[in-house]
């Protein structure tokens, strides 16, 4: 069946799942065993949704649907269509940097930590095939061109932290927290204001080393990084964040960058957009008034 | 071969100040909530250092302290506090023997074996440096969400003085948090000696240089506590401790003289003269008593705290103390405060004080008590400080400056007034 898992802790419960292809932890300040596996459950369920919802490995959801297309108008429900308005203002945001078409990358570049450069020629090949700009979107009509695809893998993870979230508050007044593969949202603090402790994983040691402790109120944490997906050549560190302008990974971006913000969408659009910002990635978090944890 | 990369000059998003709100309101739109605050801290570790300058007047002690103090959470359940303090002390101070102030009186030794020659007016104080290295080491663990214990380590060492310590302290919180109940326990072992080995034998010539092993000394400590939030504004404590020490007390140092008071000639002016000296002697257990109750309130629009506290002290060497303290912080901005400090300390003296063994008749063998001591400390003695601090928070941390005058005066002892400064300052470094 599934593999959800819950334990209750000395002052607090535990629940675990596999989803979206990570790890997922509820946490909530509770020892009630009932209370832990409903939350558990409707977590699970909320991610698998979404993970079916939006993931483009299967083919039978919306984003195979519009992959598939090859020029013609697909309607989209509600929430898929909020989904690409967000895209659209996190591009205009990002003057192009964050884009859901630049998906098509990973077909040359293969971040498994080899030395594949792809050949210029490869990358020219593929640059008309990017760009938000040349898809059509007329709420609730989506028309891409063929060719192209959508990816909504920059945001899918982070968005179900925040909906899980929602539905999570719904059922329970207590604090919990959410953790989906590294991205966190929890909506209030415990109990006397206390945090709950999120520890910052060392990109160069993950799993193994840790690079420091977070006490997270409430709020939503992202990082971006290229922890283990990189390629290597000539002693170059290629990241794995690409720039869609340039089909290029994004030269000097840091090893990864962790924000703090109101909700894990926030954060996590926040560290990407400070990853494509390569060098400059710290002023840009700096001038964003958020907590953040930069690893050059 | 090296490939080379189209680097574009792709440039930074230009109006970035505009992103984190604009982002938000798509958020909010895509979630379709109402906005959320997120509230993070960084893991919450924070280092108090501090220096500290302790002068007397006179050229007697002056130490140079420098502290740190680590605290920071291991988890949301741990917390581990690390306490170093290096001192460094150098200076003279009172041995307990009489000033004897003229050094050409000369008397017969009451046992007739000589003649006595009072040594000058130098042995009444002696020049000492030592440095000392302290580390405490704390870790407070919540049971659960009402029950926290704290385990304590300390360790204390000088060239002529050893301490480690232990403790363990329970506290219990009250269903509505407003009550704080605290139950501890200390123990500490003390090693205490002469730098050159061994302490005198009690109440022994000095001149004899009769010495024994090294000093030991156990102590016991009971703590019961209650802390209570009166209301908003007000927070009160009360701590009652018991403490029990056996073992060595007496200071190997300290003497006391058998003295005459015998007039100049040349002045007419009376001056106590030594006939001999002897090390100094204390029982060798001491039970004691605290109660402490303090209060903090603040009042006013902008903040303003008066924080009071009395203890009350008293031991069975007949020592009883009593300490008022008052603090008032007032801001001077959102970020700075000023705040005087005033403390009455006074106490009455141990039962075996004396000012040194008198022989108005130096002829006759003075017969000696069980337990002496000249020590100024024993003495009955009334001391007020009054100072002011400073305070202000810095980028990153806080900063404190506190100058303090401090002023002893005693009743009987042969040094009867100190006088000293206390410079201090302070920064307190947040992790960010």
């Known amino acids: 069946m599934t593999n959800i898992t819950t334990e209750i802790k000395n002052n607090y419960s535990l629940g675990r799942f596999d989803a979206m292809a990570c790890p997922c932890e509820i946490l909530v300040e509770s020892v009630d065993k009932k209370l832990i596996k409903e939350l558990t459950k409707l977590a699970y369920q909320e991610a698998k949704r979404i993970e079916q919802k939006f993931s483009r490995y299967t083919n039978d959801n919306i984003i195979f649907k519009i992959n598939n297309s090859r020029g013609a108008p697909v309607t989209v429900d509600d929430e898929t269509a909020l989904m690409f308005d967000f895209a659209n203002q996190c591009y205009d945001l990002s003057e192009g940097k964050f884009d859901i078409t630049s998906g098509v990358l990973r077909k040359i570049w293969k971040f498994d930590g080899s030395d594949n450069i792809p050949a210029d020629k490869e990358v020219n090949l593929l640059k008309p095939n990017i760009g938000w700009h040349k898809v059509k979107w007329d709420r609730p009509i989506m ?3 063929a060719e192209m695809e959508i990816d909504l893998g920059g945001i899918g993870k982070e968005y179900a932290v925040d909906s899980t979230v929602k539905i999570l508050k719904e059922h329970t007044d207590k604090s919990f927290l ?3 593969g590294g991205d966190i949202a929890c909506p209030k603090p415990k109990e006397d204001n206390k945090p709950w402790y999120i520890g910052l994983d060392d990109p160069s040691h993950t799993g193994e080393k840790s690079v420091g402790q977070i006490a997270l109120y409430q709020g939503g944490l992202a990082t971006s990084g290229d922890a283990r997906r990189f390629l290597l050549k000539d002693g170059k560190r290629y990241s794995h964040i690409l720039d869609p302008l340039t089909a290029y990974p994004v030269p000097d971006a840091p090893r990864s960058v962790t924000v703090i913000s109101n909700t894990c ?15 400059d990635a710290k002023d840009f978090l700096e001038a964003q008034d958020v907590k953040y944890w930069c690893v050059p | 071969m090296a490939v080379v990369l189209a680097v574009a000059d792709v440039g930074v998003i230009k109006n970035m100040n505009n992103i984190k709100s604009n982002l938000s309101i798509a958020t909010c739109t895509l979630l379709g909530g109402t906005a959320q605050q997120a509230n993070a801290i960084e893991n919450s570790w924070d280092l108090d250092s501090s220096l500290l300058y302790y002068s007397e007047d006179d050229d007697r002690v002056s130490v140079t302290k420098a502290m740190a103090f680590l605290t920071g959470d291991l988890s949301s359940d741990d917390t581990v506090n690390v306490n170093l303090v290096l001192d460094t002390m150098s200076g003279a101070t009172p041995t307990g023997a009489v000033r004897s102030k003229n050094s050409s009186v000369s008397f017969s030794s009451a046992s007739g074996a000589g003649s006595s020659t009072v040594d000058g007016g130098s042995v009444d104080r002696v020049n000492f440096s030592d440095t000392r290295l302290g580390i405490a080491l ?3 663990h919540s049971q659960d969400r009402l029950t926290t214990l704290t385990y304590g380590g300390s360790l204390s060492v000088e060239k002529d003085y050893q301490s480690y310590g232990a403790s363990i302290n329970y506290s219990l919180d009250s269903e509505d948090r407003l009550t704080t109940y605290t139950a501890g326990f200390a123990g500490s072992f003390d090693e205490i000696y002469r730098k050159t080995d061994g302490t005198p034998e009690p109440l022994s010539f000095v001149d004899d240089n009769n010495m024994f092993s090294n000093g ?9 506590g209650v802390s209570k939030v009166l209301n908003r504004k007000t927070i009160g404590q009360l701590n009652y401790t018991i403490s029990y020490s056996d073992g060595y007390h007496t200071d190997p140092y300290k003497v006391i003289s058998e003295a005459s008071l015998v007039e100049d000639t040349d002045t007419g002016e009376f001056a106590w003269a030594e006939l001999n000296r002897y090390y100094e002697a204390r029982p060798d257990n001491r039970l004691r008593h605290v109660i402490f109750t303090s209060m903090a309130h603040q009042y006013g629009d902008t903040g303003e705290t008066v924080h009071a506290s009395y203890r009350f002290y008293t031991d069975d060497w007949g020592i009883s103390s009593n300490t008022i303290d008052l603090t008032h912080r007032t801001p001077l901005s959102a970020k700075s405060y000023i705040e005087p400090h005033f403390r009455y300390y006074q106490q009455s003296a141990a039962d075996f ?20 001591s000249s020590d100024y400390r024993l003495d009955e003695g009334l001391g007020i400080t009054t100072g002011i601090e400073y305070g202000t928070k810095l980028s990153g941390g806080n900063f404190r400056a506190r100058i303090e005058f401090i002023n002893w005066q005693y009743e009987e002892a042969e040094y009867d007034e100190t006088k000293a400064l206390v410079l201090q300052v302070s920064y307190q470094k947040l992790f960010d």
């Open chain 1, 265 to 279: 969408i926030e954060a996590g659009m926040l560290s990407t957009f400070a990853m494509l910002q390569g060098k």
């Open chain 1, 143 to 145: 028309n891409l061109p």
């Open chain 2, 138 to 140: 704390s870790w407070a």
């Open chain 2, 353 to 372: 004080f004396l000012h040194s063994f008198v022989n108005e008749d130096v002829s006759t063998p003075i017969i000696l008590p069980e337990f002496a």
């Open chain 2, 216 to 224: 030991e000394r156990y102590s016991y400590d009971f703590i019961l």
């Open chain 1, 178 to 180: 959410v953790n989906f």
